[in-house]
């Protein structure tokens, strides 16, 4: 590990700006999701109808995460992101008026939040694609760990100031402050200089990688699979944190806010150690799944909220850098020009399957607990390590790449 190179992306003014725009973006969703998740728990009081904001939210990102991927490796992914961010601020802005009535109704709700899921996307493959043209092939492995330091800066400020923001004017605040967050996004992005971006050659039909190629390459194929089965089982954590918090532990909407800061705050360091890596080989991944593992595990022990809250940050850290591992490695495994191609494969995992995750940890929650969800998910990480550990304990060519 090197720590003196780890901000070495910052040099960049525009990776400078698209952090602080999705730092902004991100903050602002944290409101808008601990809004809803509290609103439809207290229409409804179960984890299955929490999860079915889940489901509506992310399941068009495995539908569309393919052709997300096509568009980002063929047009500007600067472009990308200026479109979606004003069709977002848009969208946010008709939720907040339908959880402003009287009497909110759950499938307008859920419709809404389906159709930003679909504008998110083409918003979050392009968010990964861009990071090379901003800090060019010799700082991008950090560029890309760093990026994941975004969603973890953004749950250390928004939960918390979501949670007091819910409790004192209720939920339509949030809604605004997302909505106004997508368009500080644009103006972001309109600040960054195209003129200073790194090359990165836009890939036409013919020079696609063929998809049998990348599911044929044995270090991406594993990448792949361990991304949606720890998606699946281990990383709904909007249901799980907070069905933990309010239902477990009956805490309140300040409670769940700051369960989900605490743990950012881990999340935070580890993005952090992951960046300080100086060559990232497939086989971190065991190691950040075994962290991983071992944290869930011990925040699903936790006796009371107390305790809980305590371990959090721990929790926090495993999540950072399994997560900043993990889409670096992914990234680092094929060619610049085929970077949105494998992250709409990774993003089938990282959001695709995450609504059929909320569903099965919604009913495990209903029919036991949350620390039972948790505890699932710690499992499955440590299974997910030795999986990963046997498959790539010696490092191999990618052709992909």
């Given amino acids: 590990m090197r720590l003196g190179g780890v901000f070495e992306p910052f040099r960049e003014r525009n990776f400078s700006l698209y952090f602080a725009g999705q730092t902004l973006s991100l903050t602002g969703t944290w409101f808008q999701n601990l809004a809803l998740s509290l609103v439809v728990l207290d229409i409804t009081g179960s984890a299955r109808a929490l999860s079915g904001v889940t489901i509506s939210q992310f399941l068009p990102m495995l539908l569309l995460s393919i052709p997300a991927g096509r568009i980002a490796d063929r047009f500007r992914p600067r472009t990308v992101l200026m479109t979606t961010s004003l069709v977002s601020a848009a969208l946010v802005a008709v939720l907040a008026m339908i959880v402003a009535s009287p009497d909110p109704a759950l499938p307008a709700m859920y419709g809404v939040i389906a159709a930003l899921g679909s504008a998110q996307a083409f918003e979050r493959v392009a968010a990964q694609t861009i990071i090379f043209e901003l800090v060019g092939p010799r700082a991008f492995s950090r560029g890309v760990a760093l990026s994941t330091v975004t969603v973890a800066v953004s749950r250390s400020i ?12 209720g939920a339509v605040p949030g809604m605004v402050v997302n909505s106004v967050s997508f368009l500080i996004v644009f103006g972001m992005l309109a600040l960054i200089r195209v003129e200073r971006f790194y090359p990165r050659r836009i890939s036409g039909a013919a020079e696609r990688v063929p998809m049998l190629l ?4 044995r270090t991406i194929a594993t990448l792949l699979v361990t991304n949606v089965f720890i998606a699946l089982l281990a990383l709904n954590f909007m249901v799980t944190l907070t069905s933990v918090v309010t239902i477990d532990f009956d805490g309140g909407g300040a409670a769940a ?6 743990n950012a705050v881990g999340a935070i360091i580890g993005g952090f150690v992951a960046a300080s890596i100086v060559r990232l080989r497939p086989i971190m991944v065991a190691v950040a799944l075994v962290g991983f593992g071992v944290t869930v595990l011990i925040n699903a022990a936790a006796p009371s909220l ?9 929790l926090g850290l495993g999540i950072g850098f399994y997560n900043s591992v993990l889409n670096a490695t992914a990234q680092l495994a094929v060619a610049p020009s085929n970077i949105g191609q494998m992250m709409s494969l990774m993003n089938i995992g990282n959001y695709g399957v995450v609504p059929f995750g909320a569903l099965l940890l919604g009913w495990i929650i209903d029919l036991s607990s949350g620390r039972v969800a948790l505890a699932i998910g710690g499992v499955a990480a440590l299974l997910a390590a030795a999986w990963v550990w046997w498959r790539v304990r010696r490092d191999r060519p990618d052709p992909a790449g």
């Fill in 158 to 169: 928004g939960p918390g100031l979501a949670g007091i923001l819910f409790q004192a004017f």
């Fill in 214 to 217: 990348f599911l044929r390459n």
């Fill in 257 to 262: 806010g700051l369960a989900h800061a605490l």
């Fill in 306 to 314: 107390m305790w809980f809250l305590i371990a959090a940050p721990l």
